[in-house]
């Protein structure tokens, strides 16, 4: 209290100076209706900018949430997708099943750099992640998961040499498999490529959807070279990859839900 009368006595001109401003400007509003018109523009649009500033610093504090909500829908939209091409063109029934749902995630590690690389990501076992479910992007086939604790999960990055993918070409239907050869993370390599096989530079090739992981048609990347075999075996080519490894951000967690089912089958199989 004492330091506020302090400041009074200190500054009792400029305080009385400004009461004295505003008392003249709120009479000389009301007093005629020119100035009246002039001082309402003037703090409209001070009010204006003011809001706009306001606005702009809520919405970009709230972009985390937007950013969430966004991944959200995408992974809706990813299950319907899911369902429509899960229709056959000669079905009558709107009840089909889905059989791969997505579920959002954030990359929190990602390695480029070595001969084996991983990618660690932000749902666990508590989030419903499972061994084995693939992992992809927006603009593509990221790897799979190999490891699950409660929170986190680990995946084996299709920049890695055990990473093996059943992969078909969009212009003719043949099936390949992809892997990476180390070295530039832009480019992977297709082997297995039947000898009649003609390819071009900028073929798109996508999933086989013969795994249990992925779903067809999912993409990987484009053709960049064509490599005949010289002893008249199958050819291999170099890809560029759909995805930029290096910025990986934003992914979505592929889950199967016939893959027990899957399972099953294959080791009755396997036991004949």
């Known amino acids: 209290m004492y330091n506020l009368i302090r400041f009074v006595q200190k ?13 003249a400007i709120v009479m000389l509003s009301r007093s005629h209706t020119y100035h009246r018109a002039a001082i309402s523009h003037v703090t409209n649009s001070m009010s204006g900018r003011i809001y706009r500033i306001n606005s702009g610093i809520t919405a970009y504090f709230s972009l985390r949430n937007v ?14 997708l899911s369902l429509l091409e899960a229709r ?15 579920l959002p ?9 070595f001969r084996n690389n991983y990618i660690m990501i932000d749902k666990g076992y508590r989030d419903g992640v499972k061994k084995d479910m693939g992992l992809i992007s927006p603009e593509g086939v990221v790897g799979i998961i190999i490891g699950v604790s ?17 992969v078909r070409f969009l212009n003719s239907d043949q099936i390949a498999n992809l892997h990476w050869g180390g070295g530039n993370y832009q480019f992977g390599e297709i082997v297995d490529i039947p000898t009649h096989v003609a390819l071009q530079k900028g073929d798109t090739i996508v ?6 992981v992925f ?14 075999s010289e002893k008249g075996n199958l050819n291999t080519a170099s890809i560029k990859f759909s995805v930029d490894f290096n910025k990986l951000r934003n992914v979505f967690i592929v889950k199967n839900f016939h893959r027990e089912e899957q399972d099953a089958l294959m080791k009755i199989k396997t036991n004949e």
Not at 67 to 80: D, F, H, P, S, T
Not at 223 to 228: G, L, Q, R, T
């Open 105 to 113: 995630a954030k990359v929190i590690s990602n390695t480029i750099q």
């Open 215 to 228: 779903p067809e048609g999912l993409i990987i990347g484009t053709v960049e070279e064509f490599i005949p």
């Open 150 to 166: 409660e929170h986190y999960s680990s995946a084996m990055s299709l920049l890695h040499k055990y990473a093996t993918l059943s």
């Open 67 to 80: 950013n969430n909500k966004l991944k959200e829908q995408n992974a809706v939209l990813l299950r319907k």
């Open 88 to 102: 056959l063109p000669f079905s009558d029934t709107l009840n089909q099943e889905i059989i791969f749902d997505y």
């Open 207 to 212: 999933t086989s959807g013969h795994s249990f």
């Open 11 to 23: 500054y009792n001109f400029i305080l009385m100076f400004v009461l004295l401003e505003v008392l």
